[in-house]
C-alpha cells in the first residue's frame, strides 16, 4: 500500500535562466523527499485522530522511497506486515477466516491500553478456568466463575468480520502534499541557488 509524490516543474522552468534551470532538479528531488517524510509523520497523527488508540507499531508502519535526482518521484509505502491488517481500516469490507477470528467480548475481556487481546501471540487461555468450546450456540474462550460454575464469554469466534473505511489513507496524502509540497520547493530552490553561488 502505497503513495507517489511527483513535481510538475514546466512552469517554473519558463521564468528560470539557465543557470538556475540546472538547480531545479536538485531541488526537487529534496523537496519530494522533504515532503514524504512530513507526511509519514503526519500520518502518525492523524492514525491517533481516525482511529481508537493505534499502537506505536501501527503508527511506525510506514517508510520512505525517497527521490532521486534523475528519478523525480517518491513513495511513501505502508510496512506490509502493517497493511495486512490496515487495508480493513483504509478500504473496508469482509475479513473472513479459514479457522476463527477472535474477537474480545466486553467487559469480560481483558484487553491492553491498546484496546487488543492481551498475549494473543501466546495462545487465547490464560487461566486454568479458561476453556474454548460452545455454549448456547455460541463459540469462543469461555471462563468458569465460582458461583455454580457457570460460565461467561471472554472472546468470541467469527468467521468473518465486516469493516467500514475509517483510514482515509490516499486522501490524507494526497492533500497534505498539496498544501506542502510548493512551499517546500520555494525553500529547497532557494537554497540551492544560494549554494551554486
Do not use: C, H
Not at 529534496?30 to 492514525?47: D, P, S, W, Y
Not at 528519478?71 to 487495508?87: E, S
Request: no cysteine.
Amino acid at each position: 500500500m502505497k503513495v507517489n509524490v511527483e513535481s510538475n516543474i514546466k512552469e517554473i522552468t519558463k521564468w528560470t535562466t539557465n543557470a538556475q534551470k540546472k538547480q531545479i532538479p536538485f531541488a526537487t528531488q529534496n523537496a519530494i523527499n522533504t515532503t514524504l517524510f512530513q507526511l509519514r509523520k503526519e500520518m502518525g497523527k492523524q492514525l491517533d485522530k481516525k482511529l481508537d488508540r493505534p499502537t506505536p507499531f501501527t503508527k511506525r508502519g510506514f517508510f520512505v522511497d525517497k527521490a532521486k535526482k534523475n528519478l523525480l518521484v517518491g513513495f511513501l509505502i505502508m510496512k506490509d506486515v502493517v497493511a495486512n491488517y490496515m487495508q480493513y481500516q483504509v478500504d473496508g469490507g469482509i475479513r473472513t477466516d479459514s479457522k476463527f477470528i477472535p474477537i474480545p467480548f466486553i467487559p469480560n475481556a481483558r484487553l491492553n491500553k491498546f484496546g487488543n487481546i492481551i498475549g494473543k501471540r501466546t495462545g487465547l487461555i490464560k487461566k486454568d478456568k479458561q476453556f474454548i468450546g460452545t455454549v448456547k450456540g455460541t463459540t469462543g474462550v469461555w471462563e468458569r466463575t465460582n458461583k455454580n460454575q457457570r460460565v461467561k464469554l471472554i472472546i468470541g469466534f467469527e468467521k468473518s468480520v465486516n469493516y467500514r473505511p475509517r483510514f482515509p489513507f490516499y486522501l490524507i496524502a494526497e492533500k497534505f502534499s498539496a498544501n506542502v509540497f510548493n512551499k517546500n520547493f520555494v525553500k529547497s530552490f532557494n537554497r540551492a541557488l544560494k549554494s551554486a553561488k
